[in-house]
Each structure stands twice: as C-alpha cells, then as structure tokens.
T-cell receptor, first 111, second 115 residues
Framework: DQQVKQNSPSLSVQEGRISILNCDYTNSMFDYFLWYKKYPAEGPTFLISISSIKDKNEDGRFTVFLNKSAKHLSLHIVPSQPGDSAVYFCAASASRYKLSFGAGTTVTVRA | KAGVTQTPRYLIKTRGQQVTLSCSPISGHRSVSWYQQTPGQGLQFLFEYFSETQRNKGNFPGRFSGRQFSNSRSEMNVSTLELGDSALYLC??????????????FGPGTRLTVL
C-alpha cells in the first residue's frame, strides 16, 4: 500500500523557469516530510525537509510547501538549473527511523 | 567524514541462490536502515537496526533478513532468490536517536540482478 504518492513520473522544464514537484500522502500520522534528490549510480541525498507544524520551509532555490488538510506537499525549485536534472523522491515519516517514499519524479532541465 | 559505503556495488546471482550485502555506516551513526528500490515503486523500507537490534521492519517476506554488528556495520541477506528480487538495495545510516528526526544518509547502493 503506497502511502506516499508522486503521480507525475517525469517533468521537463526550461532552464531558469520554476520546477514544481507534487506529492500526496494518505497516512495522517506522518509528521515529518522530506525531499531527496538522486543521480544515477548514487544514493539519494537529502534536499530539504518540513515538520508538520510548519507550512513552508525555504532553503536557497528550494522551497517546500505543506498543506496538511489536503495531505499534499510540493517542492518548488526556482530558478531551475541543468544540475537539477535528477530523480526527486518525496518521503514521509511517522516515526523517527522509518521513511515511506514515493515512486519518484524524474526532472529534466532543458537548456 | 567518510560516507556510507556498501559492498559489493554490483552482483549477479541465479534464482534459488542466496546473497549477502554489506553496509558500513558513517562513523558515530548507530542506526542502519535498508531499502529496496525498483522502477516505479520508489524505495521500499526493509528494516532498521539500532545497537544490534532490529527496531522496525517493513512488509517483506522472511527470505529477507539482516543483522547489525557491535561496530554498527550491517549485513542484509536474501535467501532463495527470485527474479523479482532484482533491484537496487540502499543502506542509510543515521544517529538513531528517538527525540527528533535524524537525517538519514544513503550509500550508493548494491545493484542485484537475479537471472
């Protein structure tokens, strides 16, 4: 049972524009949400996170928004750069040591 | 600080065989988690070890097992391999405390192919 869903398997965006990645979850016990970025042949690397007590967290070009009532979060990348081309995973945690991941969204930034 | 290391990086086995994968966490990290990544399924949680004890387990059959040693290194074993076990197996380490969320750092993974 997939508790975290990323319904868009891929996203193509022009360099300099905004990339918006979406994620939905079903488990109301999730209280911590994260985004990971993964390049081929490498493990996922942590990008940004948000606690359920907040609705927005910003780190440089990356902003994560959380809408608890809709059980939805999104990642905004502004401006998108060629190095942002990767697979992005949304993850959520209801405990402190288990993450539930979405299937991932492949982002391609076009020059 | 050295990152999380996993060995071997690539492995080819045949159905019915068994396999052991190894993970060395970041120095000082006491928690090791294992995930299976397959196309279209994202990362599926296998289990997590903390101080040599399995603290949490995902929904995988008993053919998947693991252990952790006193130096926090962990091994994962899959017995009676099936074609569907072909995947990237990722290990992640963290400090492991329960007071707050501890960031997980991932290794590069072991690519297992079952023929």
């Amino acid at each position: 049972d997939q508790q975290v869903k990323q319904n868009s398997p891929s996203l193509s965006v022009q360099e300099g524009r905004i990339s918006i990645l979406n994620c939905d979850y079903t488990n109301s016990m999730f209280d911590y949400f994260l985004w990971y970025k993964k390049y081929p042949a490498e493990g996922p690397t942590f990008l940004i996170s948000i606690s359920s007590i907040k609705d927005k967290n910003e780190d440089g070009r990356f902003t994560v928004f959380l809408n608890k009532s809709a059980k939805h979060l999104s990642l905004h990348i502004v401006p998108s750069q060629p190095g942002d081309s990767a697979v992005y995973f949304c993850a959520a945690s209801a405990s402190r040591y288990k993450l539930s991941f979405g299937a991932g969204t492949t982002v391609t930034v076009r020059a | 600080k050295a990152g999380v290391t996993q060995t071997p990086r690539y492995l080819i086995k045949t159905r019915g065989q068994q396999v052991t994968l190894s993970c060395s966490p970041i120095s000082g990290h006491r928690s090791v988690s294992w995930y299976q990544q397959t196309p279209g399924q994202g990362l599926q949680f296998l289990f997590e070890y903390f101080s040599e004890t399995q603290r949490n387990k995902g929904n995988f059959p008993g053919r998947f097992s693991g252990r952790q040693f006193s130096n926090s290194r962990s091994e994962m074993n899959v017995s009676t391999l099936e074609l569907g076990d072909s995947a990237l197996y990722l290990c992640a380490s963290s400090l492991g405390g329960l007071a707050s969320y501890n960031e997980q750092f991932f290794g590069p993974g072991t690519r297992l192919t079952v023929l």
